[in-house]
T-cell receptor, first 113, second 113 residues
Framework: GESVGLHLPTLSVQEGDNSIINCAYS??????FIWYKQESGKGPQFIID?????DKRQGQRVTVLLNKTVKHLSLQIAATQPGDSAVYFC????????????FGTGTRLLVSP | ETGVTQSPTHLIKTRGQQVTLRCSSQ?????VSWYQQALGQGPQFIFQ???????GRGNFPPRFSGLQFPNYSSELNVNALELDDSALYLC????????????FGEGSWLTVV
């Protein structure tokens, strides 16, 4: 069945380090991927997205890389800050045109001062 | 701010009861979807509404139903509540269902006792 999984359930980094959060997806027909940040007790917050016709997209301090050959997605956060501490989800969108996002179980990012 | 607001933020219901959760989307967002997020897991797609009609559904039983109103607000109704329905219920909206940025609200925490 459809699944989006993460390699590392918890990632601990020092403030100022660069963080890389990885994600594997299984549906090769998906054409849209999103990274969300979820802080405790809050809803998912959109970080950055990428379409399947791209392999890299940059935002403010964040970069998403997409490798369709191995069905792998990563989120790079530059100069990680304590405020980046949260659970990060990658989500895969079905090509059916619905809003159905398939989420993984998340990676918890812990940033130490 | 995502422009997606949900109410109530927290509620407790008894097994067998019915619950209605509400969502107000961003102006102009004609597609709304609902997700269930159990503790420690990623959100699971329940269904999507486009122009007041359900046009996509995940693996949830019929006792999960919804409505979307002309002003793009929406409701999630759950009948015959079960203990396993305890979760964070998230509303998401976008301009349409074809892949534009999908924004989430902060969610409604439902506890069934």
């Amino acid at each position: 069945g459809e699944s989006v999984g993460l390699h590392l359930p918890t990632l601990s980094v020092q403030e100022g380090d660069n963080s890389i959060i990885n994600c594997a997806y299984s549906n090769s027909a998906s054409d849209y991927f999103i990274w969300y940040k979820q802080e405790s007790g809050k809803g998912p917050q959109f970080i950055i997205d990428i379409r399947s016709n791209m392999d890299k997209r940059q935002g403010q301090r964040v970069t998403v890389l997409l490798n369709k050959t191995v069905k792998h997605l990563s989120l790079q956060i530059a100069a990680t800050q304590p405020g980046d501490s949260a659970v990060y989800f990658c989500a895969e969108k079905s090509v059916t045109g619905f809003q159905k996002l398939v989420f993984g179980t998340g990676t918890r990012l812990l940033v130490s001062p | 701010e995502t422009g997606v607001t949900q109410s109530p933020t927290h509620l407790i219901k008894t097994r067998g009861q019915q619950v209605t959760l509400r969502c107000s989307s961003q102006s102009g967002h004609n597609t709304v979807s609902w997700y269930q997020q159990a503790l420690g897991q990623g959100p699971q797609f329940i269904f999507q509404y486009y122009r007041e009609e359900e046009n996509g559904r995940g693996n949830f039983p019929p006792r999960f139903s919804g409505l979307q109103f002309p002003n793009y607000s929406s409701e999630l109704n759950v009948n015959a509540l079960e203990l396993d329905d305890s979760a964070l219920y998230l509303c998401a909206s976008s301009i349409d269902g074809s892949g534009n940025t999908i924004y989430f609200g902060e969610g409604s925490w439902l506890t069934v006792v």
